[in-house]
């Protein structure tokens, strides 16, 4: 089996292939359980998913925990919620420099990408007028190793910014819907 930047070609070619075939495979639903402990301590449960309208068991779960610094009222023990969010954006994004560079026949030797959000903490205090509770920019730099031209690692930045789900998620609104029991 050919790999290219820990992605197995077949693998990949081959869930393309089935999803051509069945788009229904498409269709996921990711879910979290989060359980709030103490001030802006918590800590959300990730695990199985929904696929094709089946339940995918992974095996095991995950905890994301999450807390503020202590200059911003919290204990310090794990990032704030909106630096979860932009390690998310550079998960996702790396992951798609990784998947679509193997599509591209892109090796990727070295990929780090740093990123900072700016946030006007006035809005989620409820203070000044049209002032937004959440991050106003995400910006950052990604440094990249790879034998490839300008010109391609040019276009994969762009296919994996545009294509990732949590980019997307961020610069479309998404439809929220949380009911009170």
């Known amino acids: 089996m050919s790999e290219v930047n820990g992605i197995v070609l077949e693998q990949l070619n ?18 979290s359980k989060t359980t709030w402990k103490s001030g802006f301590q918590s800590t959300a449960e990730i695990g199985n998913y929904i696929q094709a309208g089946s339940e995918v068991k992974r095996g095991k779960e995950f905890h994301i925990v999450g807390d503020h ?18 390690a998310a ?5 790396s992951g798609g420099w990784a998947t679509f560079g193997a599509a591209m026949g892109i090796t990727v030797e070295k990929l780090e990408i740093k990123l900072q959000g700016d946030i006007d903490l006035q809005g989620f205090m409820g203070l000044g007028d049209g002032i937004r509770p959440g991050l106003q920019q995400i910006r950052g730099t990604i440094y990249v190793k790879s034998g490839a031209s300008d010109q391609q690692l040019q276009q994969l930045k762009e296919t994996a910014e545009k294509l990732s789900p ?5 610069r479309v609104p998404v439809k929220l819907d949380m009911v009170r029991i």
């Open 14 to 31: 081959g869930t393309i292939e089935a999803v051509k075939q069945n788009p229904q495979l498409a269709q996921a639903t990711f879910q």
């Open 69 to 86: 610094p202590e200059g911003l009222l919290g204990h310090n023990n794990a990032p704030a919620a909106v630096e979860t969010l932009i």
């Open 89 to 93: 954006v550079g998960s996702c994004v």
């Open 166 to 170: 949590v980019v997307d998620s961020l």
